[in-house]
């Protein structure tokens, strides 16, 4: 299964811009989020949790994720999720701006403008060379 989501205004809604949560057992899941805005929803911006039997490949690249309620962009789960954010600008959120949890693997390019919210980061991010 996959989703591709490119130059896209993703805003005010009453629960998360992206929540992919609950992934099937024994699913692959690849999400691409490319060039968008993901703003003023309700509960968060982009979350994804995959349980020990999913695979989940995330890539969230130059989007503004910006003041959304909750954690602009989250990943919880097995080591099977793999989210990869570079390019982004990340502010004014009311929770997390980049958030790690469990054993999901998150990396970040380190080009990412994280500023502003809560908190902004949580858990492990893990560098990401650019070449």
Known sequence: MSLTVNDTVIDGN????LDANQIASSTTVSIAVTGSVVS???FG???VA???SSEAHVTITRNAIIRNQGDALSAT???NLHVIATGN???NNSG???RQDISAVFYSSGDNVVQGNLFETSGTLTPLAKY
Not at 14 to 17: R, V
């Open 89 to 91: 600008t990340i502010t």
């Open 77 to 79: 789960g097995s080591a």
């Open 14 to 17: 009453a629960n998360y811009a």
């Open 96 to 98: 997390t701006g980049m």
């Open 40 to 42: 003023r929803n309700g």
């Open 45 to 47: 911006g982009i979350v």
């Open 50 to 52: 995959s349980p020990t």
